[in-house]
């Protein structure tokens, strides 16, 4: 398995954002047509796509356009000549930031930026191009996403589209932490409509077919989950309605001001004022940093490695550095070279401080690799690891 397929398994969450690009394509938004047919659809997408009833498929289209734009004019409208776009998937955002002359920062998985770097480079002009740059980066992680910012002046709009509902509870609040320090040190604010992200679209369906909304949206939650091999909205921004999402961020440090998504929706030719009326109930969520967090001391973070070694049958594999998207790969890819060689496994995680849902992923696939699951193991198990196997279930799968 070469290094793409290696992301594509332990990131799945990345199909998704091909669909939002194929439904702005046939919007006929004109950055996206540049760019689909050096992206497009994989097979699998392709015929997912053909189950799709004709009215269904042009509420979806609907839904995405108005999600695009509102998301294009927050970032838009903000006084920060910086724009980071969390995710960008492979959206044409960088190229609405660019031509109004904002500094643009597409941060995302490897896999996509893979993709998504060279197409842009392709078809942005030269102006574009000298305001744009794509990155790989980990969102959960700091130090990825300061690394990728360089030596940017002035303050940052960090939008997030499409992400939260991805998260569980320990990746939300590293999230929290990690915006915090960027806005601690540069300014400016994090600004996301992801609370509806769903909701748009159910909306979209009651409002336009007359459907009924709450069984379209847990229809789209099961979908969307399942392509990208998560539980969708189980964190604390879903699980509590707004008020307990607004106390959840104001106790990560952030004030916040919570405003219809209309305030933020440009005249689009499809969205007539029924529809407008119906997302009044939408929120889009400005924060910006309130007080001083106890930061991580980035000195003491050691770099990713793996050492292993199979001794009659039995892999033993010493972990060191974070595991998350950027490294999951590598421990993966470890494992699987030395795994035809393995009947039991054995891991030693006193050097690995985290652990992200990508991680989660490599271990249940070592784990299903051994035909007798006592035959694997870890071992020195750090307390916040520990927290995050708990929250998310793994204990009960690992052990």
């Known amino acids: 398995m070469d290094n793409k397929e290696l992301q594509k398994t332990v990131n799945p969450v990345y199909l998704t954002a091909k669909g939002t690009l194929g439904f702005l394509y046939r919007a006929k938004d004109p950055d996206a047509v540049a760019l689909w047919p050096l992206i497009g659809l994989e097979t699998n997408l392709q015929e997912r796509a053909k189950l799709i009833p004709p009215s269904i498929s042009n509420c979806y289209r609907i839904a995405q356009q108005a999600r695009y734009e509102i998301n294009n004019t927050a970032a838009l409208r903000s006084s920060a000549p910086n724009i980071v776009d969390l995710p960008s998937g492979y959206s044409p955002r960088g190229f609405r930031v660019s031509s109004a002359g904002k500094r643009y920062f597409g941060f995302d998985l490897p896999v996509v930026i893979d993709d998504m770097a060279p197409a842009a480079e392709k078809v942005m002009t030269p102006q574009q191009r000298s305001l744009s740059s794509y990155h790989a980066v980990d969102a959960t992680n700091y130090q990825s996403m300061k690394e990728a910012l360089g030596d940017v002046k ?3 709009c960090i939008v997030t589209e499409g992400l939260l509902g991805y998260f569980n509870e320990s990746e939300l609040v590293s999230l929290c932490q990690a915006i915090h320090r960027l806005l601690s040190e540069y300014g400016g604010t994090w600004m ?4 509806s992200i769903l909701r748009i679209y159910a909306l979209t369906f009651g409002t336009l077919f007359k459907g009924e909304e709450l069984s379209f949206m847990n229809s789209m939650k099961e979908k969307g989950g399942g392509l990208a091999d998560v539980k969708m909205n189980q964190n604390s921004l879903f699980l509590n309605g707004e008020e307990g999402a607004l106390r959840f961020l104001e106790e990560q440090g952030f004030t916040v001001v919570s405003e219809p998504v209309t305030l933020y929706l440009p005249d689009l ?35 990713f490695a793996v050492d292993s070694s199979v001794t009659e049958g039995k892999l033993v594999m010493k972990v060191q550095g974070r595991v998350d998207t950027l490294t999951a790969t590598q421990l993966l890819k470890v494992f699987q070279e030395a795994s035809p060689q393995a009947n039991s ?8 401080p985290y652990i992200s849902s990508a991680g989660l992923r490599v271990l249940l696939i070592m784990r299903k690799s051994v035909k007798d699951k006592s035959g694997f193991k870890m071992f020195h198990i750090q307390p916040v690891v520990g927290k995050i196997l708990k929250m998310t279930g793994f204990d009960m799968l690992l052990f």
Not at 271 to 292: F, G, I, W
């Open 269 to 303: 030719s499809d969205v007539n004022d029924e529809l407008r009326n119906a997302y009044r109930q939408m929120s889009m969520l400005t924060m910006r940093v309130a007080s001083p967090k106890t930061e991580t001391n980035l000195a003491t973070e050691l770099p």
């Open 154 to 156: 002035g303050e940052l």
């Open 192 to 195: 996301t409509a992801d609370l």
């Open 345 to 352: 496994i054995e891991l030693d995680v006193e050097k690995m």
